[in-house]
């Protein structure tokens, strides 16, 4: 369990580091700069969003086949 706190714990401060040095690159940037700069921080979103929820299908699939292969195990066995 502690290895779940850990790691929430270094999201957070993870998070909370990408956000001070946005908010500092921002300060520096023109309209034309902040404009493009949240169109590229979309795209970045989008594109995490995406790859998590292929993770997701991943990890299931695996588990899917984990537990047929025990399954089929424990039924050759008896």
């Not at 993870?14 to 034309?32: F, G, W, Y």
């Not at 169109?39 to 292929?54: G, P, S």
């Amino acid at each position: 369990m502690s290895g779940c706190i850990t790691l929430t714990f270094l999201c957070g401060v993870a998070l909370k580091l990408i956000s001070r040095n946005e908010d500092k690159l921002l300060a520096t940037m023109t309209e034309e700069q902040k404009e493009l700069f949240s169109r590229y921080t979309d795209c970045v979103r989008e594109f995490q969003a995406m790859a998590e929820c292929l993770l997701f299908q991943n990890s299931f699939r695996l588990g899917g086949r984990m537990m047929l292969e025990v399954m089929r195990g424990g039924f050759r066995d008896q």
